[in-house]
């Protein structure tokens, strides 16, 4: 490690270099990148190496890649707060973790975030010159990483750097071994009867479907409806639901594919004991089971009763018997191992760039005119790039977790609220953006990546010009 961090250690005081330091001359030991489906054993592989490999506590650290990303903007907004003009503080910064640290081990190595994507790059080239091992898990092969994101040109040098630096290995298994070994210590997954048991095998279960991780509202926008899911831990596409939430409201096919393209696993909690003086309900519970087998979701219920007795067969309504037969057949299907395995690799959802920002929050036009004046610092009549970089930053911290927000989102931001294209964003362009709309649906449209040409550039006076 030594050799690597005296050819990293030029760079850290001057603020940064015209060009990329070479990785070719870097002395450490290649680190590790594994990835592959969830459950595979990915994490306990590494962990299991982090314990056994010979290095003083204090030179290797182990974290979750989201919690080392928030920890980096934290410090780098911090330097900028003290050193105002100070140049890039990556290369300091990267020295500093290269001194306290020889070997950093990363759980769950992904890039969702354009304001991550852009400071990867430069901090981990500075880190690899630095020699720094990295291990790693991830479940995204390299070159997948960031797919589709905002700027991606800038992140994919880091692709580069990553390959030169680790191995890489596929470690995809058609097996889950995270969700077997639960289903071989609780032994199934509809799970009977309702009581205090069973409601703690379920939060048990959640638990670790979701890594302990909580849920926040989202709204799903389906084709003119939104579909409220009060409890979504969206990073692992998970959802959990009460009965009625599902089937005590008039929700239709549509409704449950949606929730099925949104989330690979949902619980549903505290199924009653059905009969025909619930028809509506059954009839709904039915279309859910169909909806949820045809998309491959996996599905976790509680019951007051066992499938096979769940719905009280009434001979007058041989209808709806008939089909209940095929949703307790189906229910069995998704209660097996084979089902849960198939179901593993079936969802994978495109999002958009920025959609960290996710709120249900709907402002009025008075409410949008309101938050444009609060922002609109000079009361010039138009946002310039510092107040609406303010905007931004505040909306990273309530919905990120640290302030950091890079020249690319403002501007990639700024000309897209510039409606007219006359380089400032007026109160006029800037409600039509946030009123009525949802702050979700608002950041959305800023995932739609702009040709590298079409970013204006910031005139003197700190307006945007267009005249290119």
Known sequence: GGGGGGGGGGDSGGGGTATAQSLDDVAAPLGLYMYGG???GKSLIMDTFFDCVDLPSEK?????????MLEIHKRLHEHRQANPGAGDPVPALAHDIAQSAALLCFDEFQVTDVADALVIRRLFHQLFSHGIVMVA?????PDDLYKNGLQRPLFVPFIGDLKQRCEVHDLDSPNDYRML???ARAGRTYMTPLGPDTDEAMDEFFGLLTKGRGTKPLTLQLRGRKLKVERAARKVDVARFGFDELCGKPLGAEDYLGLASA??????????QLSFNDINRVRRFITLID???????????????PMETLYAVDEANSDESFAFDRTVSRLNEMSSSEYLIRSISAHEKAKGTLLVYESDSVLTREEATQLFISYDADGSGALEIPELRLLMMDLSERMRGHRNVEDAEVEHAFALMDANGNGEVTQYEFTDVFANSSLTQVVAAYGETLPENALPQPSQSGRINRDA
């Open 60 to 68: 290797k650290r182990r974290v979750h890649f989201h919690e080392f």
């Open 181 to 183: 070994k639960h289903l």
């Open 291 to 305: 909806s949820l087998y045809e998309k491959r979701v996996r599905l976790v219920i509680s019951a007051a009763a």
């Open 38 to 40: 969830v459950g595979c």
């Open 263 to 272: 989330f690979h696993t949902i619980f549903v909690e505290s199924v009653p």
């Open 137 to 141: 898990t991830s479940n995204r092969p």
